[in-house]
């Protein structure tokens, strides 16, 4: 797998609420503003909708309102129940691209190439997204961007990752051009009944029950001049992006927990890289760790722990390979670390998962893919 790229032209996202989960997450509205006029074309009732999440009408007509991210995804499960159409998520991100992210999609589009433009994506998505991680990988030859949920149990989240990604594919046609198309397309859910949408739009079948929802394509776009590139502009949204970020930029705890979860499903992470990322010593570090009641370990531990458990509930993923995928010496490894957290092995965990899902009566609940 590509390596995650960063670039040192604006600080490390800042993190709000980490320490819960989802709780304190939130969306801007911009990508998702498609939802009432999808749901009216496919004969929901807007009307119904909007009193069922305690919305008032004409909601989504502003991109800069926002949402709690728990929420975006029930309102798209919902979506996709009540219209019967399971691949909801993915029309509505077809039909967003780099101008819904706001602030952050004019800083793209005035950047002078495509990488710095997808870095910049990876460095300040938070501005817009507090409850997600833009993924940008470098690797030889090869380069993939992607987009990874943070909350540990969020809902809908195959609802969610597949809006994700038909956004970054909209991004990347928008900085390469109407024709550009992937090498590979991979989601970290499992594969719904019907994947002829997915195949469509993204030009192939996509790799389902992936470790990692991306895009992958050859490294050589990375270098492509923007048409767009504005050094004016780029300036004067660069210091509004950063305004949007201070909030809560001296939270290193928070700060390493995000990166952690972006660095997941690469490479082992020391403390040493960590704080080479953060432009620090590692005694300086682990000692700010320690003033805000923190260590590295610690955390580590606990990201690998909730990344295990969007896995093994997402995807049919067995052990061994969620062993390899989070770096775990082998799969015996990852059970005895992941028993020590959850109190049982993960094949209990994942089966008591799936029988708390289903409703009374012992029928399937619809299941939204």
Known sequence: MPRRASTQTL??????????????????????????????????????????????????????NTLPSDTIGRILGYCA????????????????????????????????????????????????????IALVEHGEGFAAVGYAITAPDAGHANQMLAAALAIVMNILQGLCGAHWRPIEARLAFAAPRNVTPYRKYFGMTPHFDADATLLVFDDYWLARPLPSADPQL????????????????????????????????SAPCSLESAARYFGLHSRTFRRRLEAEGASFRRIRDEVRFEASCQMLRHTRMAAGEIASALGYADASVFTRAFSRQAGVGPARWRATVSRDEQPPGGRARRTIR
């Open 11 to 64: 600080p490390p996202a800042p993190a709000a609420n980490e320490g819960a989960g989802s709780q304190g997450a939130y969306l801007r509205i911009g990508p998702m503003m498609a939802i009432p006029v999808l749901m009216k074309d496919l004969g929901g009732d807007v009307a119904k909708l909007h009193e069922q999440f305690g919305l008032s009408r004409g909601y989504f007509d502003n991109p800069e």
């Open 81 to 132: 129940e009540v219209t019967g159409c399971e691949h909801f998520g993915l029309l509505v991100g077809e039909r967003a691209g780099m101008g819904s992210l706001g602030a952050v999609g004019y800083l793209m589009q005035s950047s002078p190439t495509v990488g710095t433009a997808l870095d910049i994506l990876a460095r300040t998505l938070r501005a817009h997204d507090t409850g997600g």
């Open 234 to 265: 780029h300036l004067l949204m660069q210091d509004r992006v950063r305004q949007l970020l201070e909030v809560g930029a001296h939270d290193l705890t928070g700060q390493l927990r995000r990166f952690l979860r972006a660095e997941a499903t």
